[in-house]
């Protein structure tokens, strides 16, 4: 699908007819399903596990939050059944070939969850903080180093910013998560972000590195002086940083990402069973985030292994009105829009053993 999500991407609202409201879960399921991947999915998956197990109790969905890096890598060496990335394959790598070669078919990669990362910092006697997304690169790129800067300055007026150094805490695995971050300041900081986006955080760039989600969590609450970044169902009780959006500040919402991802578009180069989001990180629409994360699911469309309908069903649940819905009450995400999701149900559907 080539054209804007705007008309679908505002219908995030629970509907109840149509392929999206049926879980398909039949309670009679029976087997065990490992995947891994995605650490900001943590708190949804554990949702959709516990729901999917409740509804099927003689089956059994084991996840590993090891980073989707990791998960990629375990689900194209068969370690995994299904991965969960916090980014898509990446075309113009070897991911898709290898996918292909693991699957003995076509791989098939949908989204299935989409929240906003939160800048997170840890300054004392700082509780709000403006930044716009040139003065968060440079924070990162180690080019601001203070606190005080007049950069931030300039966005915090009558805020006491403290003449103390600024920490930057960057991702040390492989992650969707490091891969979206970058890419927002790549395409949204108007050049003062000098890297490509990637998994993988610039060796060139100082920091404190921190493994996982629940490892960056920790580092910015234990050191002073700290920023860094993490999906937002992580953070209670930090404090986070609101990013310039056209003329205003926006704090990290399910809201806001669901507004990005209205403004945004659907990849038309991939395939058939290849539904993947291009988020538009420039846009300036009112009360939009678009430093968000849109997650994929990621299996086989074609496979003889034992838990393939297990895996068929319990994508079918993640997709449903009702898996959705439990995502955004355990982990504070947007549901995803509901022709984005008939369409993903649609190449789910389709997976066969």
Known sequence: MAGGLAA????????????????GSSGGLSGTLNGAGSSAQTAAMDAWRKDFQTDNPS????????????????????AVVFAGSDSALDPDSDEVDK???RCGSDPIEVPNYISPIAVVFNVEGVEELNLDSPTLAKIFEGQITKWNDPAIAATNPGVALPDG?????????????????TDYLEKASEGAWTNEADKVWPATLKGEAAAQTSGMVATVKQTAGSIGYADLSATQGM?????????????????????????????????????V???????SAAGAYPLALVSYLIGCQSSDDEQA????????????????????????SAPLPTELREQAARIVAGMSS
């Open 8 to 23: 679908l991407a505002l219908a995030t609202t629970l509907t109840a007819c149509g392929a999206g409201n049926e879980s």
């Open 277 to 283: 989001v291009d988020l538009d990180r420039a846009t």
């Open 99 to 101: 996918a292909k070669q």
């Open 309 to 332: 309908e297990v895996a068929k069903e319990f994508f079918t649940y993640v997709l449903s009105d009702e898996g959705q819905e439990s995502a955004a009450k355990s982990a504070g």
């Open 239 to 275: 404090t986070t940083v609101k990013i310039k959006v056209g003329a205003e500040f926006v704090a990290p919402s399910a809201d806001g990402a669901a507004k990005a991802l209205a403004a945004s578009k659907t990849d038309d180069s991939r395939g058939e069973t290849d539904l």
């Open 165 to 181: 150094p600024v920490r930057p805490v960057h991702r040390s695995d492989e992650s969707g998560t490091t891969k979206n971050f």
């Open 59 to 78: 089956a059994t969905i084991n996840y590993d939050p090891s980073g989707s890096g990791a998960g990629v890598e375990a689900f194209l060496q068969k």
